[in-house]
């Protein structure tokens, strides 16, 4: 029913409900006067019941009320009553058409959740990764489903998401944290349940950590050490496809660390690195070593390892200048463990994936590394979190044989500067099985684009996203397309006469149905400050307010002082492991 239609319905149910109210008020008057002569004659009868024209009340008020007061008194109140029903007739018919012209969905029905509607979602529980705030009240998101955040720098992601995120989340967490201000901040409180490390590879005092012992001893150990081969190999994450360099010298790291793994005493990438460029022999000699090692056999049956033989051989088939070269960029993927401070901190295991989800305790991983330093140490974290990444979706979380202990949290802020993770952008599809939930957050879309590509399935594994105000211009179009297209009516008044009559002869007003953006990309670019936008599959968009820890007294409470970092062995860690590699030496 169009508004037009509506109008005349509401105006003529609004008389009725008067004129039915005055008629009834006249005949109840009629009846309670006994129908008497001077009342005058009936306009007509119905079923032999004398019925007067609705307005006689008045008349009779008029000319016989000093006989009885009190029955005209009572005629005027039913009267009276039928203008006040009908004026409420009238509100809820306004009502109705304010209703229906908020509802018109030709050109799109996206509007804002309601209170209710977000509450029935689940947002407003006392559990799980915070989002922001609804009404004073907390915006928490408990579910499987990872969650993605545009913010922009020093816009407040930090102290409204990351950190009372890692003051209340009780599970293992991993928490990328490149200027430190997340350890400084939650690892005090987090220190209290759970193992608190501290990745720096850069520092002394930090805790260590050998990607080499992270390889099984068996079936296993071909696709663990293939797999550390591809990140060292693509230590910023830019590559689309290997050139003929790259390939041989994934091929040589493979057969290289196999063969540490098995011959040498110290089985780290930096031990990998001095056996490739020992000064005392040539890499041809070094080659030839590697193919004359007993890595499987017995002192009576002496057996090389077939990957690694294979690999020697390969580049023995070589001529030198082209085995120089690939040595050459095999060389250039292990730099960075010959600085000492690195070498140190990969020269053991503080602490075991294993021990993210099985441990005795749930364990906080903080990966910091200094600003000046992210470029340098980059392919390192890139391989711990590819090692971490790989093993823990092994094997599903609902195994009842093999159920994990502990929930994990991946807080990657900033995690476009990592590069692209092919195996990561993959398994999003995936980990919430497993247990594994991320909280993603990044700059602006273009950073994404950047790392991953236009064509990437970053955004659409992510369940929630959260977009602060935005400098970058596709960010917010990309922001405003997601919220959706609503349908507004605008009214159009023209007006017709003469210019110097004193009114107007006539004032015409239509209505037309136009379609907007709920916020436009410029809207989504002038957001307040205190502002964001909470995006949940199936759910209208939100719009929330910004936590700020510093201002609610249920995170002040829980910052506490950071562990003391002191050197030699880190303190708080966990029970070591065996790794059947320690221990192994052949000749």
Known sequence: MTPTKL?????????????????????????????????????????????????????????FDAYAPEVFDKAGTLA???GFLGCAAAIAGSLLRARQRGSVTTYGSSRWATTHEVETAGLLRPAGVFLGRLNDRYLRHDGPEHV?????????????????????????????????????????????????????????????????????????????????????????????RRNHWEKTSHSLLVGAILHVLYAEEEKT????????????????????????????????????????????????????????????????FLGLYRDPTVATATSSCDWRIADLVDGERPLSLYLV?????????????????NQIGRRLTERLEGDPKKSRKHQLLMMLDEFPALGRLDFFE?????????????????????????????????????????????NDERTAKRISDALGTATELRSM?????????????????SRQETA???????????????????????????????????????????VLPAPVLRDGPYADCPASRPDGWTGQVCS
């Open 80 to 82: 009276g009553a039928s």
């Open 369 to 385: 590394v200094p600003p000046s330093d992210i470029s340098r140490t980059k392919p390192l974290v890139r391989l711990i979190l």
């Open 426 to 470: 993959t398994a999003l599809a995936f980990m919430a099985g497993y247990g594994i939930r991320s909280y993603l957050i990044a700059q602006s879309l273009n950073q994404v684009s950047k790392a991953y590509g236009e064509n990437n399935a970053i955004l659409d594994n992510c369940h929630v996203r959260i977009a602060f105000s935005s």
């Open 7 to 63: 109008l005349i319905g509401q105006i003529a149910v609004v008389c009725a409900i008067v004129i039915i109210g005055v008629w009834t008020a006249t005949q109840w008057c009629a009846q309670m006067l006994t129908y008497q002569t001077p009342l005058g004659a009936p306009w007509f009868l119905f079923a032999g019941w004398p019925i007067y024209k609705p307005w006689k009340l008045f008349e009779w008020w008029f000319h």
């Open 493 to 509: 008044r023209n007006y017709a006469g003469h210019r110097l009559a004193p009114w107007l002869s006539h004032v015409m007003v």
């Open 148 to 240: 993605m955040a545009f913010a922009p720098t020093r816009s407040g992601k930090g102290v409204g998401l990351v950190v009372p995120t890692l003051l209340s989340w009780t599970g293992s967490a991993i928490i990328h944290d490149i200027k430190g201000e997340n350890w400084q901040l939650t690892s005090g409180w987090r220190s209290k349940f759970s193992y608190c490390l501290l990745f720096n590879p850069t520092d002394p005092r930090s805790a260590r950590y050998n990607p080499l012992l992270e390889v099984r001893k068996g079936p296993d150990e071909i696709r663990d050490v293939q797999n550390i081969a591809d990140i060292l190999v693509d230590p910023e994450g830019a590559l689309e």
């Open 269 to 332: 990438l930096a031990r990998v690195a001095t056996f490739l460029s020992d000064p005392q022999r040539s890499f041809a000699a070094t080659l030839q070593r590697m193919t004359t090692t007993n890595h499987l056999g017995t002192g009576h049956n002496p057996q090389v390892h077939p990957v690694v033989a294979s690999a020697a051989r390969e580049l023995l088939n070589k001529s030198e200048n082209e085995r120089s070269g690939v040595l050459s960029t095999a060389m250039s």
């Open 516 to 558: 907007r953006p709920l916020l436009t990309p410029g809207e989504v670019m002038q957001l307040p400050p205190s502002d964001e936008l909470v995006l949940v599959s199936g759910l209208p968009p939100i719009r929330a307010k910004k936590l700020r820890y510093y201002q609610d007294q249920n995170f002040t409470d829980r």
